[in-house]
């Protein structure tokens, strides 16, 4: 499969774009699956019904893109266990609908699990030499958690405290234990475009005005600001006028005293939490194809608020804005005679530190 080489200059004043085969190869599409998407963390839906000991639940991480078959379970020592979900004998899938069990069983031989993935038996056999082994277990991932939000990787490449902890000394204060999934709110959207092109227009505060001005024309976008950690970033939606609530931030917060609507957060690769003073909104992008994505919206409430029905409508016709220029963007960068742009030192730094983190995974 053919390798993608290309840099990005630390120094954004002399930086250029990916090179436009990123956003278009089809081929450098099925490179990122390995290199990027199998080495970070990856949003795990429903994890919060698996309540009971027995409870298990099949899902794909990443559908679409990995595809990977894996398995939630609640053990009885009441553990929540993430597993392969594929038989270590023959590679048939263990558990293929939601269900309440004792113990795991591959329909196809016979073979036996505990709800940790331990082995436990498997009929005929007898002389099998170093049988069985822990390669007869099955492989268990790493689950880690904020609030409701769960999340796994199959070979995580950034500790998820790291990944994750500009998140929780920002919003920490939010109590994030207490917000609750709001399926009603929540929805899917569908693009013809390439997942690392619906990031880039999530991190550029350059289109605001020129996409949004009237859907987001209460942000002070003078004001309007990015900052970069290590695995992501942050901007900063401050609303003056009062148009839209503002957090109630305590005195020791760091943006004590500024009049903030919201926090947007990123983190590499493909996940967004936008923090509202109504809610938490969840953006998890999935890569379908070179061309196609999909991107879910998964609202989270801890109240009922007046405002949060407007939000929603607000919501929805960003979304639509934000499809229609990234599909176009989509056709521009598929062109024979564009490939690489350069950036706005002032509104394209969280562009410009995804695009720094894509080359480095794109090359490991």
């Known amino acids: 499969m053919r390798k993608k080489t290309y ?4 120094d954004i004043s002399k930086a250029h774009t990916p090179p436009s085969s990123v956003y278009s190869d089809p081929l450098n599409f099925e490179h990122q699956k390995e290199t990027i998407f199998a080495k970070t963390w990856q949003f795990v839906p429903d994890a919060t019904t698996i309540k009971a000991p027995g409870h298990v639940l099949p ?15 609640r ?125 880039d227009n ?43 609530p503002v957090f109630d931030l305590p005195s020791d917060h760091p943006d004590f005293g500024q009049p903030l609507s919201a926090f947007y957060f990123w983190l590499f690769p493909n996940l967004m939490l936008n923090f509202y003073p109504t809610h938490m909104q969840v953006n998890v992008v999935r890569p379908l194809s070179h061309n196609r994505t999909n991107i879910s919206f998964l609202n989270y409430t801890k109240e009922d608020t007046e405002y949060f029905p407007e939000h929603m409508a607000t919501s929805h016709r960003v979304e639509m804005e934000d499809e229609e220029v990234v599909i176009s963007v989509q056709s521009g960068v598929s062109s024979r005679l564009y ?26």
Not at 124 to 144: A, I, K, M
């Open 202 to 244: 999530y991190l550029d505060e350059l289109h605001i005005p020129y996409v949004h001005p009237v859907s987001l024309g209460g942000l002070d976008y003078e004001n309007y600001k990015t900052e970069c950690f290590p695995w992501g970033n942050v901007q900063f939606g401050s609303s003056p006028t009062k148009e839209y």
């Open 75 to 199: 053990d009885d020592d009441d553990e929540l266990c993430c597993l392969s979900n594929i038989c270590t004998h023959r590679g048939a899938l263990i558990v293929e609908g939601e269900s309440h069990l004792r113990t795991l069983r591959c329909r196809y031989h016979g073979r036996k699990f505990h709800l940790d993935g331990k082995f436990i038996s498997m009929p005929e056999f007898d002389g099998v030499c170093d049988f069985p082994d822990t390669c007869d277990n099955l492989p268990s991932l790493p689950l880690e958690n904020i609030g409701p939000l769960f999340f796994t990787s199959l070979d995580p490449a950034i500790p998820f405290d790291e990944w994750m902890s500009p998140i929780l000394e920002r919003v920490g204060w939010l109590q994030l234990e207490k917000y609750r999934f709001d399926p009603l709110s929540s929805q899917n959207y569908t693009l013809d475009a390439n997942w690392a092109l619906y990031c």
């Open 339 to 364: 490939d690489r742009g350069k950036y706005s030192p002032r509104r394209e730094t969280g562009t410009h530190h995804f695009h720094r983190l894509l080359s480095h995974f794109e090359q490991l």
């Open 7 to 10: 840099t990005i200059d630390a």
């Open 59 to 73: 899902f794909r991480l990443l559908d679409g893109c990995l595809s990977e078959p894996l398995l939630l379970t």
